[in-house]
């Protein structure tokens, strides 16, 4: 597989939501608006791509056996570098994030990377699989975020669209978030199913 | 099967120790950084609540379980200088804590509120904090936005000033609020519940008048204290 | 006033700010496991074991470990750490004890480690203002306890229409993953009736 395949392939055909159907829980609970799901998608990118070059360095290292705790221990470090980061720099954003920031630990994207690609290959298609991958999850988030934030509160980038509109708050409670994002699957399904004809 | 544990055990230990060494330099940076914000934090929270003010020392008194933490302020008007305290509440909401930060006169009479901490649902509880912006979109994207000098405060913790904490606070369902609502619900002692979250505006208003009946004990067990020692 | 404070919490977790349809945590288990009743079942007691349990240790451990010796920022990584020891552990002592649950829950124990749910509630217990009042333990396995029923009644929900949802017609493109969604946002939908109750 070539470099540039490693990297696109998160993005779209095995986009890590849409069509592996992972990692669901930031998603939906922090995709109220863009520049939540921005952070967010910068911080478990970043998370990703480490734990990968780390995973990929120590592999050969590590027994099986216990290579799941290790891997959580490692992917845990980096998720409280982000945590005490965004702390100190971004306060207001470490507070919409709320507990989604140490919950990134059990984001099943960057185990599941970890255990199925970093740990079989070298350094340097780990970091390209963790930026795609960390892309497409970032991607969705985004598109998700977007349509709820203009339908849910009547915002982009935390700016008023229309002033005086009541906006549909159900779309920033959880029933939107379902709704918005079974319409995202739905769209893809059918997009699967044109090609295949 | 003995050195393999062994040997697991020790990978295991050193990952650790690894990761919690590079930990405690991160965290050590960090720190200061976190410190200093959330001092901030509450220097700002204390300048909304006692607006004008100059802040005295903070006490904290044993009342009831819990510690309760107040501010003096003073600021001097005319020839005589007005006294005002500013207190932090707290009654569970939703979920979780709903942590307020009360100013007062010496009478009662709200002058400001910030609340410093919440957990409610966005779109419902959350909206405690959300602030009518006065831009739009397209009016920042077309490059005609006003120049906003400093943030609008959040309608929810407006519509607390000049509310009697001393007194029952009534709560109306009135929509959001506001400028116009203030007079009419002010000679009712009253304030607007956010719609779908009445139970949040509960929270608040009720931490605000447990709170006031806290700091008149505090406040009284203060001056004692005083008086003892003044013998 | 204890005795209320403790019931207020149990209802509140496991209807009015359910895990998985409310806060949306536990959403990975919530689709995998929930195509037939029986696992669903399982999942869920297992749940509602580990969520108690890792309520109870992590409380401590925070209170009187990363607390006192002011290292709370690495909350995280213990935390973690705690719950897949715990899972583990558990996991060999139902082996031990009693094959037959270890046949009809064991499936399910490894699966529970990456459950957001399980960290979620160990670290709003730290967040939820139990620390320094009384009782704050027992506060924290409440709700532990509460978040794992919650969990399993959505999940049994779940189930539930998921068994009929098979043999319904229902269009191609919908079939699987975006029908459950569907499914879920109405159910979660009127769990938000529940956000009004006064307890």
Known sequence: ???????????????????????????????????????????????????????????????SHIRIPIFIAIIATFVIIVELTLKAFQPDIYKALGIFIPLIVVNCIILGRAEEFASKNTVLPSVLDGLGMGLGFGLTLTVLAFFREILGS?????????????????????????????????????LKSRKRR | MNASILRSTLILGLTSFIA?????????ITYPVIQKQERQKQENALALVLPGYTIGEERTAAVGRANFTYWTGQKAGGNTTAKAYAFIA?????????????????????????????????????????????????QVVTGRAHETGEEPSPWFQEQFRGVNAAAKIAIFKKGDW??????????????????????????????????????????????KAQEAAGK | MEIKALFVILISTIFINNYVLSQMLGLCPFLGVSRKLDSALGMGLAVIFVMV??????????????????????????????????????????????????????????LITTNCAVLGVAVLNTEAGFLNGNLGLLKAVVQGLGAGLGFTLALLLMAGIRERLEIADIPENLKGLPITFITAGLMAMAFLGFSGMKI
């Open chain 1, 1 to 63: 597989m070539s470099y540039y395949r490693v990297f696109a392939k998160g993005i779209w055909e095995k986009n890590p939501i849409l069509i592996l159907g992972i990692g669901m829980c930031p998603t939906l609970a922090v995709s109220t608006s863009v520049s939540n799901a921005l952070w967010m998608t910068l911080a478990a990118t970043f998370v990703l791509i480490f734990s990968n070059i780390f995973v990929s360095l120590i592999k050969s290292v590590v027994p």
């Open chain 1, 154 to 190: 009547n915002r982009l980038f935390g700016y008023t669209l229309i002033p005086g509109m009541e906006p549909a708050t159900i779309m920033t409670l959880a029933p939107g978030a379902f709704f918005t994002l079974a319409i995202m699957l739905w769209g893809m399904n059918a």
């Open chain 2, 20 to 28: 919690t060494f590079a930990l405690s330099h991160i965290k050590a």
């Open chain 2, 90 to 138: 707290e009654k569970p909401g939703y979920s979780g804590a709903i942590r307020t930060m009360v100013g007062v006169d010496e009478k009662g009479t709200v002058l400001g509120i910030s609340i410093i901490r919440q957990s409610e649902t966005p779109g419902l509880g959350a909206r405690v904090l959300e602030a009518a912006s006065r831009n739009t979109f397209f």
């Open chain 2, 178 to 223: 506001n400028e116009t609502m203030r007079d009419e619900l002010l000679l009712k002692n009253g304030v607007s519940a956010i719609t779908g979250a009445t139970i949040t505006t509960k929270a608040v208003k009720d931490s605000i008048e447990v709170g006031m009946a806290t700091l008149r004990i505090a406040l009284e067990e203060h001056a």
């Open chain 3, 53 to 110: 349990m890792a309520s109870f240790f992590t409380f401590l451990i925070y209170k009187y470990v990363l607390i006192p010796f002011d290292i709370a920022y690495l909350r995280t990584i213990a935390f973690i750490l705690v719950i897949a020891g715990l899972v583990q552990f558990v996991e060999m002592v139902i082996e031990n004890i009693s094959p037959v649950l270890y046949h009809s829950l064991g499936i399910f124990l490894p």
